[in-house]
């Protein structure tokens, strides 16, 4: 039997449209039965789930134990249809001969059906079904090229690496920092993460920038020569802060000087241009523009285009490729009839565009329309959406917008320069076709005639402009999501700036629009109309961590492990040598995020006498007396000269055992933890032992009064 496994069910019903169905056509049972003895059944996205910190050490984590680093991987099924599909998924295996992977032609598209197989202990043949378009013609394109699923190895390693090094950071680092906040009496759990963090530092440094944002005022001359022709004073660069004039009196001695003087032309210069088409969308300038046009954010933007994705109107969304294969030009005729815009003004359809190319073509390529038509009703999104795409797609067809610009410097007699420039549009081609990300609006003043060196011109009016400097604006999803993509415009050392350049950036197409809603639901972002901002929590987080570990919020950290990971998908690296030096880097972090200074607060550098946590909380009982508390196996403590002192045998609201009398933690060591049990008593007056770390409990030994008995049974 052959089996397909596809991403999500909507594929899999795509491919069974082109394999052949019979029997159970619908899936109605996790699967489809197709023709030929061969069976498609699906994923609902990632089935499995790394396994939380606590498997790996049987409980609760107590600070002494981390950072966990696990050597067996450990994963299980998520909960609801996940488990069930596995479940499916393992019984059509037995039955299996070959397992065709038909996941997401991406990173983690890879990993998540091959996740599944590794989980199930397939060791079978294994064929991968690589699409970039769910249309008839792309799918059956597809099946014709089956490739073995080991040529895609390093891709699923790169994936994998991925994953592990988001858990171990976001596992330990988050686990380090909330410990060392609640010894400080700072309750809660808090939240780090390798993409996560920097990311909300980008919105945090853009509202410290707004907040402290204090307005200048400065000062610009224009002045209008013979003609019409409006000019504008070349500031000396001696004069400039900032790249401002804040010397009013200077622009008054200069407009002062040329009012209804003579000046000549230095050098005029005029040069033709012309601006082609831009290159197909990807997913993160979608999203830019979908923000900027519908104020879609990036999740509903994916969310549209997956849509349209499934309804096979689109090519796969989650691409950071702009060009196409030049194969698809021969069916760009009937791509653009299907989408309307055949006899669109201006449409060539034998013109030839940059995007049309193959070698430049990598996993996947720019966003276009298939050409197929749908009977499925789609959302408002997905067809504000679906208009950018084809939008995109038929100026590919269109004339280049040709202009001219024209430059002219002129001198006065007493050394001052002004400025003239325009942008004149010849034939307005592509531009006349809505808007895009690209769009630029050229700085013009007034009409610019051909003019001759040495020409003379007189200055008829002249005016001293008082201009104001601005903030800059809130993060919208488009804006962050470009600020996440070009990384290195917002990197000061420039060593690190010249290698982010060439980088991924922050995050993946894939996964932006995730962080940002994973910032938003953690309360450490907001949204305020389209607007994006950080919360206190998130801004109290991001001076926590820069106060020990700023590499944690280093924007180019990140962006530099996504080039990492690029390079195992790419066999320029191996996932052992990543993780090696992932897991050196956690262990540094996890120790400073646990023991380093957060706040201006004492810290007390005592450990706890019963589990040997990083520190215990100094609190105040409701009669007013000091005591110690461990937020690891919450054992409380008498204060002994501002440390703790002897266990309290009751809760820790209590400063004292039923008789009035600490009793002291004198129990023999526990056998699994090495750490020193309590001895209480049962209602009955029974003595026992607890251990505060695992929380296992013995009878105390007949024959002792300091040994341990019979081990209870779990509870």
């Not at 990632?46 to 991987?73: F, R």
Request: charged share 25%; aromatic share 6%.
């Amino acid at each position: 039997m052959r089996l397909f496994i596809a991403e999500k069910p909507s594929v899999a019903k795509a491919i069974a449209g082109m394999v052949g169905k019979s029997g159970n056509g619908e899936g109605y049972e996790g699967y489809i039965e197709c023709s030929n003895n061969t069976f498609i059944t699906w994923c609902y996205g990632h089935l499995l789930a790394l396994v939380p910190p606590e498997e790996y050490v049987g409980g609760k984590v107590q600070s002494w134990q981390i950072p966990i680093i696990p050597q067996d991987w450990k994963m299980s099924p998520r909960q609801g249809n996940p488990a069930k599909q596995i479940r499916i998924i393992r019984e059509l295996l037995a039955k299996a001969s070959e397992v065709v992977h038909a996941g997401d032609a991406d990173r983690e598209g890879q990993l998540l059906v091959d996740e599944v197989l590794e989980y199930l202990g397939w060791r079978g043949k294994t064929s991968r079904l690589w699409l970039s378009s769910l249309d008839d013609e792309s799918i059956r394109r597809a099946l014709a090229t089956i490739k073995p699923n080991s040529a895609l190895r390093p891709v699923y390693e790169s994936a994998l690496a991925r994953q592990y090094a988001d858990w171990l950071a976001g596992m330990n680092e988050s686990i380090a920092i909330s410990r060392n906040l609640q010894a400080l009496g700072i309750p809660g759990a808090w939240s780090v993460g390798r993409v996560q963090t920097p990311t909300l530092a980008l919105l945090v440094d853009r509202q410290r920038a707004i907040t402290e944002f204090r307005q200048r005022e400065h000062y610009q001359v224009m002045a209008t020569l013979t003609g019409g022709i409006e000019v504008q004073w070349q500031i000396p660069e001696d004069l400039l802060v900032d790249g401002i004039l804040m010397n009013r009196h200077e622009a008054d001695v200069v407009a002062e000087r040329v009012a209804g003087q003579p000046c000549q032309v230095e050098k005029f210069s005029s040069k033709n241009g012309s601006r082609a088409a831009p290159l197909p969308y990807v997913l993160s300038s979608l999203q830019k523009m979908a923000s900027s046009r519908y104020g879609l954010s990036a999740a509903q933007t994916l969310e549209a285009a997956q849509e349209l994705y499934e309804a096979k109107l689109i090519t796969y969304p989650r691409t950071d490729c702009p060009y196409l294969p030049v194969e698809l030009r021969d069916k760009a005729g009937t791509v653009l009839v299907a989408i309307g815009l055949d006899n669109a003004n201006g449409v060539d359809i034998t013109r030839t565009h940059v995007a049309w190319n193959t070698g430049k073509v990598e996993a996947h390529h720019g966003i276009i329309p298939t050409g197929q038509k749908t009977d499925m009703v789609l959302s408002q999104n997905a067809h504000n959406v679906f208009s950018l795409i084809c939008e995109s797609y038929v100026r590919l067809f269109m004339l280049p917008e040709s202009y001219e610009t024209r430059e002219a410097i002129f001198l006065f007699q007493g050394g001052d320069r002004f400025r003239a420039t325009t942008r004149i549009v010849m034939k307005k081609g592509w531009t006349r076709y809505g808007k895009h990300e690209d769009d630029t609006e050229t700085v013009t003043h007034g009409e610019l005639p051909v003019l001759s060196n040495g020409e003379t011109r007189r200055c008829l009016s002249v005016d001293v402009l008082i201009k104001h400097t601005t903030p800059a604006k809130p993060y919208t999803d488009g804006t962050l999501i470009t600020a996440m993509t070009g990384i290195h415009k917002l990197v000061a050392d420039p060593e690190m700036k010249k290698r982010l350049r060439e980088t991924s950036g922050l995050g993946t197409e894939a996964t932006r629009a995730s962080i940002i809603e994973t910032l938003i639901k953690r309360d450490y972002a907001k949204r305020i109309n389209r607007e994006i901002h950080p919360t206190h929590r998130g801004i109290d987080l991001i001076g926590m961590v820069r106060r020990v570990a700023p590499e944690i919020a280093d924007p180019g950290t990140t962006a530099l492990q996504e080039d990492s990971l690029a390079d195992i998908a790419a066999s320029r690296t191996t996932m052992a040598d990543f993780m090696a030096g992932q897991i050196q880097t956690v262990r540094q972090l996890t120790g400073i995020l646990l023991k380093g200074k957060l706040i201006d607060k004492e810290i007390l550098p005592s450990e706890c006498p019963a589990c040997g946590g990083v520190r215990c909380i100094k609190l105040t009982s409701k009669a007013g007396k000091p005591y110690h508390r461990c937020p690891d196996c919450n054992a409380a403590f008498a204060d002994k000269d501002g440390k703790p002192g002897v266990r309290f045998e009751s809760s820790a609201s209590d400063a004292e055992n039923k008789s009035g009398q600490p009793v002291p933690d004198s129990g023999p060591q526990c056998p699994a933890c090495k750490k020193n049990t309590c001895r209480k008593f049962t209602k009955t007056g029974k003595p026992y032992y607890r251990c505060g770390v695992c929380s296992s409990a013995w009878w105390s030994d007949r024959s002792s009064d300091n040994k341990l008995g019979s081990k209870w049974d779990a509870r």
